[in-house]
Nanobody, 128 residues
Framework: QVQLVESGGGLVRPGGSLRLSCAAS????????IGWFRQAPGKEREGVSC????????YYADSVKGRFTISRDNAKNTVYLQLNSLKPEDTAVYYC?????????????????????WGQGTQVTVSS
C-alpha cells in the first residue's frame, strides 16, 4: 500500500523552528519528486517547496524562501522540511506529496495537480 506519513508538526513560538519529515512506505521515494504544501483555515492549499528526485534542484514559494529548507535522504525513504524563523502566518496543516514529473519547469510551479500521492498532513501552529 502506497503511503506518505508526515510528522514533526507542533506548537512553536514566533521565530522558532521545526523539522517536518515525510516518510514513504509501499514505494521507493527516490523515484519521485517530493513537494510540501500547506493549507491554513479558510484558505486554499498552497505549494511551499519541492525537491527533485535526485535532489539537484529545490524550489520554494516566495513566502518561505530563505526560511525553509527542503532535503531528502533516499536511503531512509524520507524527505525533510526545515522550518526556521517561523511566523504566525505559517500556521497551517502541512502535507507532503509525491510526483512522477521530471520537468523542472513544471515542478517549480508548485501546483498540487502535478502530484500523485499525498500524506494526511501534520499541523504546524505558530503562536505566542
Amino acid at each position: 500500500q502506497v503511503q506518505l506519513v508526515e510528522s514533526g508538526g507542533g506548537l512553536v513560538r514566533p521565530g522558532g523552528s521545526l523539522r517536518l519529515s515525510c516518510a514513504a512506505s509501499g514505494f521507493t521515494l527516490g523515484y519521485y519528486a517530493i513537494g510540501w504544501f500547506r493549507q491554513a483555515p479558510g484558505k486554499e492549499r498552497e505549494g511551499v517547496s519541492c525537491i527533485t528526485l535526485s535532489a539537484d534542484s529545490t524550489y520554494y514559494a516566495d513566502s518561505v524562501k530563505g526560511r525553509f529548507t527542503i532535503s531528502r535522504d533516499n536511503a531512509k525513504n524520507t524527505v525533510y522540511l526545515q522550518l526556521n524563523s517561523l511566523k504566525p502566518e505559517d500556521t497551517a496543516v502541512y502535507y507532503c506529496a509525491a510526483s512522477i514529473i521530471r520537468s523542472s519547469l513544471r515542478l517549480r510551479r508548485l501546483w498540487d495537480s502535478d502530484y500523485d500521492y499525498w500524506g494526511q498532513g501534520t499541523q504546524v501552529t505558530v503562536s505566542s
